[in-house]
């Protein structure tokens, strides 16, 4: 399994814009695929965005498409989430996940390793 940190999260004003981080340890991070999801109170956990271990290929959940963008730096061993035009309704605790292989999935059985989240609050 890899471990998995998540930071960069906070309060921010509709419009305004966070990067989140994840960083992993564990196996060789370019070999597996990250993901982000978001859960909201009451509300299931749903995928936002993922990446494959190469970093070329990335998927998003339309309700954040053109507004969030996934990278990541292998040699850094971490994944970002840009955010930018944020919305109330991103109000969310946000969470990084690792795939068993080099692709990324959008549902959350997919991934075997989880960061312990970051809370998101966009005011409006």
Partial sequence: QVQLVES???????GGSLRLS????????SNFGMGWFRQAPG????????????GYSTYYADS????????????KRTVYLQMSSLK???TAVYYCAASPNSVYFTQAKGYDSWGQGTQVTVSS
């Fill in 8 to 14: 960069g999260g906070g309060l921010v004003q509709a």
């Fill in 22 to 29: 994840c960083a992993a340890s564990g196996r060789t991070f």
């Fill in 43 to 54: 509300k299931e956990r749903e995928f936002v965005a993922g990446i494959t271990g190469s």
């Fill in 64 to 75: 954040v498409k053109g507004r969030f963008t996934i990278s990541r730096d292998n040699a």
């Fill in 88 to 90: 109330p309704e991103d």
